[in-house]
C-alpha cells in the first residue's frame, strides 16, 4: 500500500553571516583610504622633477597691442534707431606696431563697413560674437598684409 507521506516540515532558513559583508566593506575603506593618500602623497601619478621643470611658465611672446579708436555706429531706420558702441585691441608683433598704427584709419573703415552692412538681429546674438570677430580679424588681416596682426580683442560691444 501507498505509504502515508509524512509532512515536510521547514525549519526556519539558515540566517546567512554578515561577516563577508564587514569584511568587504572594512577592506574597500581601507584600501580608498590607502589609494586616496597614495595619490595625494605624490607616491603614485606625480609629475617628475623634470616635467615640473617644464611647467613654469615662459618668457611672454614679444607682442603689443594696439588701441582702435572707438566707434558708434547707427543701426536700423525710421523710429527703431539704434546705435553700437564697439571698442577694440588689436594684438601685433613689437616689430609691426608702427606698421598697424600707421594703418589704424583704413582699418576704421573696413570696421565701419562690416559693422554697418551687418544684420541687427545677428548683432543681437549672443553666439554671433565670436563669427563676428572671426569676420573682423580677417578684413584686418587682410588690410594689414599677412603676419603683423595676430588677434582682434573686442573690449567693448554695448548695443543699444
Excluded: C
Amino acid at each position: 500500500m501507498a505509504e502515508p507521506e509524512e509532512p515536510i516540515e521547514e525549519g526556519e532558513p539558515k540566517k546567512k553571516s554578515k561577516l563577508p559583508l564587514l569584511i568587504g566593506l572594512v577592506l574597500a575603506v581601507l584600501l580608498g583610504a590607502g589609494g586616496f593618500y597614495a595619490t595625494w602623497s605624490g607616491m603614485i601619478l606625480a609629475p617628475s622633477q623634470e616635467h615640473a621643470e617644464e611647467a613654469a611658465p615662459g618668457p611672454l611672446p614679444d607682442i603689443s597691442f594696439v588701441p582702435v579708436d572707438p566707434i558708434v555706429i547707427s543701426l536700423g531706420a525710421g523710429s527703431k534707431t539704434r546705435h553700437l558702441r564697439f571698442t577694440s585691441q588689436l594684438e601685433v608683433t613689437k616689430a609691426a606696431s608702427a606698421d598697424v598704427t600707421m594703418l589704424l584709419p583704413r582699418i576704421l573703415d573696413v570696421l565701419n563697413g562690416y559693422l554697418r552692412a551687418i544684420d541687427v538681429g545677428q548683432l543681437e546674438d549672443p553666439a554671433a560674437l565670436v563669427r563676428i570677430r572671426a569676420h573682423l580679424l580677417r578684413r584686418i588681416q587682410i588690410v594689414t598684409g599677412d603676419g603683423r596682426v595676430r588677434d582682434l580683442l573686442i573690449t567693448e560691444f554695448v548695443l543699444n
